[in-house]
């Protein structure tokens, strides 16, 4: 049990300077952004401006609105934005964090489910053309620009055969169908490849001869036996996973004009708007922190022979 | 004398047989040459037809966007808003689409007559709103795009593989202190890092590269810290040892060479990578700016008139969707011919 403390209390503490240097260096890139939060700039006097700066405590010294700024943080306080009407950040992302969250579920659900199916009839008839065409479609869910097969949805579901709708966010689930399934195409080929090659050792492995000896069915052998073998490992990939699918939900919800916080981010940047930058980045940077975090514990959990001692050699 | 003994002229002639020695050792003799590690895996590399094919591929992608750089069939850049939104015109071709005509409401319709281009005058894939030609900018945009790839794959390959090696090979404090590093770094979104980097620096193919490269290099120093572990406590380094050969030659000579492999490997699959970057970041509006192309500038010029022209866009998601496939097959197959047992 110590250990785990141990292991768990150092793995946080790596997660919290993760952050930490995360939120330092956005804080100063921002401030050496070219251009200024305010959009009309020459037609507001200097008096005015500085009104402006003092409210957002943007005259005072680097240093201090520094560590001002990480005091907030530490409060859950991300300050307020320059652009969205003088919301507090931490609003702004609370009122867009549902889509984002509901669309990375439901993605990650759906593309790992297809993927893992793909990947177990791949390895299944490993060497005939079901096999061949399943890794075509995960080389192509790998290859093709998530924005592209996006757009070629919208093509073909929405605007020819307008079974679904084009964008937004209010027609209920129905509006979550097209962007879930363009953004599950990059974990639906990466769970594909990697189950497909799990699955192809467990089913040349001995316990699965001796199932296939006392006259298990195929399908059955891979149900029973190949998938639980097969699928555990998945989880080790779930971190980069996870990862690629924050890229991939910015185009996706610009595209299908999602109001997520890919969208807001951006077009916060596009217009200069730092605090709620800086809350976005350090919000995505704890996600994937959080993530790579559970998914090292659980590969403790379930693979005993990863000493928890790992990082200790020293 | 328990046993009795058989009078040996008693067994038939025929049971005998002249023993041709000379055959028996020519059997025995290796006719084949002695394969070295590189023969083996282009020879199992050649098998692999869809990496055969996608190799050609892209080489043939290669040697087309060098050569665009002297022979393009107009100006990439050259406006001429007269002739903007032309349809593809082949010469030689007449199916509709191809030959000049688009469709306005339910009539084909020679846009090139309309717009009173004079005759003789191509444009193979069609022109974008200021008149641009589309084929030339295709060229212009996926040299660019390669550029800004091997560009990137480069520098991550040359940080990654000496921060690997001396982290791998070192060991110790240095391992562990070089490690944390990593695993903090690795925290850190990609996306984000890009992102920030492409606001504070001026845009360009510099930039784009350098906030690639920021956090592209971690994978490939893993890679090739693993590997030098496996190789640290092998055979030949300890007789490289023995023989009193400097650490630095050791990790120079005798592990770099055979990092090579993971190191290929691992590239190849950076190249795609980098390139679906440059042009997401094109396509949410922090890449290449204007009038310079790159294919995800295309991809998203095409993408704003896509509803009535969406030829624009095709285009260029074909391209890079191609060359993406390519490099994916290619790797997947050079992983495949390097190391068998890996086969997945």
């Known amino acids: ?314 | 004398m328990s046993e009795p003994v058989r009078p040996i002229e008693k067994i038939p002639d025929h049971y005998f047989r002249l023993h041709h020695s000379e055959k028996a050792y020519e059997n025995e003799a290796i006719q084949t040459k002695s394969v070295n590690f590189y023969q083996d895996s282009w020879r199992r590399l050649k098998k692999n037809k869809g990496a055969v094919a996608s190799f050609v591929v892209l080489l043939l992608i290669l040697f087309i966007s060098i050569v665009s750089v002297w022979i393009t069939p107009h100006d990439p850049n050259a406006q001429e808003v007269r002739y903007s939104f032309l349809p593809p015109k082949i010469p030689g071709v007449s199916i509709n689409g191809f030959n000049g005509y688009a469709k306005q409401g339910d009539r084909w319709v020679d846009v090139y007559q309309q717009k009173q281009v004079p005759s003789g005058s191509y444009y193979y894939l069609g022109t974008d709103k200021f008149g641009r030609d589309l084929l030339s900018r295709l060229l212009f945009g996926t040299r660019i795009s390669l550029l800004i790839a091997f560009f990137a794959a480069f520098l991550d390959l040359t940080i990654g593989v000496a921060y690997g090696l001396t982290s791998g090979w070192i060991g110790g404090k240095v391992d562990t202190v070089m490690q944390r590093i990593l695993e903090i770094i690795s925290g850190v979104p990609t996306l984000v890092v890009v992102v920030l980097m492409l606001l504070v620096f001026p845009p360009g193919i510099v930039s784009i590269v350098m906030a690639m490269v920021l956090v592209g290099w971690i994978t490939m120093a893993r890679v090739v810290r693993g590997q030098t572990l496996q190789l640290k406590n092998q055979e030949f380094v300890l007789a490289a040892k023995v023989l009193g050969q400097s650490p630095l030659k050791i990790a120079l000579g005798e592990i770099f060479p055979n990092l090579s492999s993971v190191i290929i490997i691992q590239t190849m699959f950076t190249i795609p990578t980098a390139i679906f970057f440059e042009a997401f970041l094109s396509f949410i509006g922090l890449g290449m700016r204007a009038p310079s192309a790159s294919l995800g500038t295309l991809i998203n010029d095409g993408y704003q008139t896509f509803r009535f022209y969406p030829h624009l866009m095709w285009y260029p998601a074909l391209v890079i969707s191609l060359i993406m496939i390519s490099f994916n097959i290619f790797a997947d197959g050079l992983r495949d011919a390097f190391d068998p047992k890996m086969k997945g």
């Open chain 1, 1 to 314: 049990m110590a250990k785990w403390i141990k292991f768990i209390g150092k793995r946080i503490i790596y997660m919290l300077v993760t952050i930490l240097l995360i939120s330092s260096v956005t804080f100063f890139l921002m401030q050496k952004l070219p251009g200024s939060p305010y959009g009309n700039e020459e037609k507001i006097t200097s008096a005015q401006k500085k009104v402006m700066n003092e409210r957002y405590g943007l005259d005072k010294p680097v240093a201090e609105q520094y560590l001002l700024y990480m005091a907030g943080i530490a409060r859950g306080d991300f300050g307020i934005s320059l652009q969205f009407g003088d919301q507090p950040v931490g609003k702004i992302i609370a009122a867009r964090i549902g889509p984002s969250v509901q669309l990375g579920i439901q993605a990650i659900i759906l593309g790992t489910v297809v993927g893992i199916i793909l990947g177990i009839i791949s390895a299944m008839f490993q060497n005939t053309w079901i096999d061949t065409s399943t890794s075509l479609t995960a080389i192509l869910g790998r290859s093709v620009p998530n924005f592209v097969f996006a757009v070629l949805l919208q093509l073909i579901f929405a605007i020819h055969l307008q079974w679904l709708p084009i964008g937004l966010w209010d027609q209920g689930f129905y509006s979550t169908v097209l962007p879930t399934i363009a953004l599950s195409f990059a974990p639906m080929a990466d769970a594909a490849r990697f189950v497909r090659t799990e699955m192809i050792d467990v089913l040349h492995s001995d316990f699965i001869e001796l199932a296939r000896a006392t006259g298990i069915g195929e399908w059955e052998i891979a149900a029973r036996h190949g998938l639980r073998n097969a699928v555990i490992p998945l989880i080790t990939i779930l971190g980069p996973m996870v990862a690629s699918l924050l890229v991939g939900s910015l185009v996706i919800e610009k595209i299908f004009a999602v109001p997520g916080i890919g969208e807001q981010f951006i077009k916060s940047i596009l217009s200069n708007d730092y605090f709620t930058i800086m809350g976005l980045t350090i919000l995505y940077s704890a996600l994937l922190v959080a993530v790579i975090l559970v998914v090292d514990i659980l590969y403790v959990l379930i693979d005993p022979r990863i000493r928890l001692s790992e990082g200790d050699e020293e």
